[in-house]
């Protein structure tokens, strides 16, 4: 037991007051405090709500918010807001439908398949998403629809994507146009090949195709004979290798031509075969050039042997002949050689511009050439042993008279 004094006491009396005061301040201070805060918070929440509601009554989609209800029937929705655009896609105003069942908005979107997931959704499935076709005015709509759950109501989203779909089809149709002429030019190129492929290995002339350096990249068949090489094998190849030591810079000039003119450059030259022996080639080589910038790109060449020729030039510059027709000639050939030559039969003289050209298999080719002994016909020059058979034509050979007084002669390729 213990007494305070006046003082003491008087203490105590005034800080249990003060104490007292400065909580009951602190409490109200709280209040205060906790009040403003749930002003501020319910102030930001109607702006948030006021922007989410202009946003919603502007956009172009339709949006609606609604709340499960439970029938004896199905599970069915009523809206609770519908913004303006919802006219748009149902035909109907919000404020008609605020209040009404979703499956009162129309049998166009309220599909079974529709109403089954938004049930779904209600008790916690994943968002849905699903695309429809209607009818507005007279023009279809397709329409993409979106639901999602938001805590114990769903939002149901229409966007109109007819623009899309058709921009889709015409994007699908123009790919399905575009792979048909895709096809048809793949068809066309691999013809136009197939075509050339047949002219460059049944042409007269040896077709044959080179890279700017002068190596072979391709060699028609009657080439590769004459080379004794296939085309792989020539891949890679110089046709400078070809030629002999004196005609390879009259080749590299030609092929300097080719590159800086667009004429073709023609160059006689001759060639090595397999056997060692040479054969005169005239060859007329064109630079492909880019059609954008001009520049070659590659080189197609046509040779063909003019062996014989050469010799004929040769026996007149000797004297022994006067033209071509005053010569004779007898090829030596085998295999597809023989068989393109020989097929020409007695029209192979008038190929030749000579009087005589005869064809003979042999394993090893070559060309002779030999002034003719025969007589001259005055009218079409051609050295031959029937002139003068007929005595009232003396000066005239047997397919000159023909000709003129008889039934003329047969000729089948020349």
Known sequence: MFFLSPDETLAVLTAAFLGGALFGRIVWRRKAFDESIRTAAGALLRRAEERLRLVQDTSPDGFALMH????????????????????????????????????????????ARVMEALAELAEGAAPYHDELSLKRNGDDLCVA?????????????????????????????????????????????????????????????????????GTFTYAAPALEALLGQSTEQL???????????????????GTERAMRTKAPALVTWR???????????????????????????????????????????????????????????????????????????????????TSAARVHRAAE???????????KCERCWHYRDDVGADAAHAGLCGRCVSNLYGKGEARRYA
């Open 68 to 111: 499960p209800i439970v029938t004896e029937r199905a599970a069915d929705f009523e809206f609770a807001y519908l913004n303006p655009a919802w006219e748009h896609f149902t035909g109907r105003t919000p404020a008609s439908l605020v209040g009404r069942r979703f499956s009162e908005v129309g049998s166009e979107i309220a599909l």
């Open 365 to 375: 080719a070559r060309v002779d050439v030999a002034p003719s002994a025969l007589t």
């Open 271 to 353: 060639c090595r075969r397999p056997d060692g022996s040479y054969v005169w080639l005239e060859t007329s080589g064109r630079a492909v050039r880019d059609p954008a910038t001009g520049q070659p790109l590659w080189f197609v060449c046509a040779s063909r042997d003019v062996t014989a020729r050469k010799r004929i030039e040769d026996l007149r510059a000797e004297g022994k002949v006067g033209s071509s027709l005053q010569a004779e000639v007898d090829f030596h050939l085998s295999g597809a050689d023989y068989d393109l030559l020989a097929g020409l039969g007695d029209d192979l003289k008038f190929v030749m511009l």
């Open 145 to 213: 629809l979106t639901a999602v759950r938001i805590d114990d109501a769903i939002a149901v989203t229409l966007a109109d994507v007819t623009a899309r779909k058709q921009a889709e089809a015409m994007l699908a149709a123009s790919n399905a146009e575009l792979e048909r002429r895709v096809e048809q030019r793949t068809i066309e190129l691999a013809d136009a090949r197939e075509r050339y492929r047949l002219l460059a290995e049944h042409a007269s002339d040896m077709i044959s195709t080179h890279a700017l350096d």
């Open 235 to 253: 891949k890679g190849v110089s046709a400078l290798s070809f030629a002999a030591a004196e005609d390879r810079e009259l080749m590299a000039a």
